[in-house]
């Protein structure tokens, strides 16, 4: 997408999770569902760096659960730089998404995904002796993993509680800005909560779109698209016309 908005004349700026840059960070602190102080951290810096007067977040599945959430929190005290906001394939319910995701037919996903977090936490062990049960088998599911590791690094009582307080689904009725999310209907992962209609029509600054087809971050360009894809599309003229608008309405 910044490729994308960059051949729009814009500049980008990629935010890597904490272990998710291709090294382990260097605190006992990771990441996970619901860090928007992390993302605030980062949009605090570039607004006092770089001075820009009209930004727009991106966010995509984890990424854009933790934007949404960003947005919902801060309300109307959110910079006045930032101008819109973009989700896609957000699990914006993590309870019930994660009950989705644990279904037979994504069980390669959870897998692999298992296989790249245990060795995460392996690596966090020996960096922290001591602070860490890896004792053998190690998680199998998400629900393991986040009873086991995420919940405790990051003071929650258990996966379910950390879950409830990272669902972005509650704070999208406070949303003050413009924000686009493109939820598609046969993304596996996603449960019937994660469609949030009803908010969609009471908030007018949150736009729900959710086209039959696109699956988890898998909507695809067009012979036309110059190598784009149509979420990067959707995504320029969303925000091409918010802006707009505002300038007019200014």
């Known amino acids: 997408i910044i490729k994308h908005f960059k051949s729009q004349g814009w500049d980008g700026v990629g935010l890597n999770q904490r272990s998710c840059s291709g090294e382990l960070n260097a605190t006992l602190r990771s990441y996970h569902m619901g860090v928007s102080d992390d993302l605030e ?10 001075k820009y007067k009209t930004i727009v977040l991106a966010g995509f599945s984890m990424g854009g659960n933790i934007l949404l959430k960003y947005m919902g929190e801060q309300k109307d005290q959110i ?14 319910e993590i309870v019930s998404a994660n009950e989705q995701i644990g279904k037979w ?10 296989e790249t977090l245990n060795k995460k936490m392996l690596k966090k062990a020996d960096k922290f002796p001591g602070l860490l049960n890896v004792d053998k088998p190690l998680p199998r599911n998400f629900t ?15 996966a379910v509680d950390y879950w409830q307080k990272c669902s972005s689904l509650p704070l999208l009725e406070d949303i003050r800005i413009p924000v ?9 992962f996603l449960s019937e909560k994660c469609f949030p209609y009803e908010i969609a029509k009471k908030n007018p600054y949150f736009y729900l ?42």
Do not use: Q
């Open 41 to 50: 951290l980062v949009v605090n810096h570039i607004l006092e760096k770089y």
């Open 79 to 92: 910079p006045k730089a930032i101008k819109a906001g973009l989700a896609f394939s957000v699990p914006c």
């Open 144 to 158: 393991e993993f986040d009873d086991r590791f995420t919940s405790k690094l990051h003071g929650f009582k258990d």
């Open 105 to 114: 037919y994504n069980r390669h996903y959870v897998w692999r995904f298992m």
């Open 209 to 250: 779109e959710t086209p039959d087809w696109g699956g988890h971050v898998g909507f695809a360009g067009h012979r036309h698209a110059k190598g784009a894809y149509w979420s990067e599309i959707r995504a320029f003229e969303f925000v091409s016309s918010m802006i707009t608008e505002s300038l007019i309405n200014s």
């Open 180 to 188: 686009l999310l493109v939820n598609a209907k046969d993304d596996s």
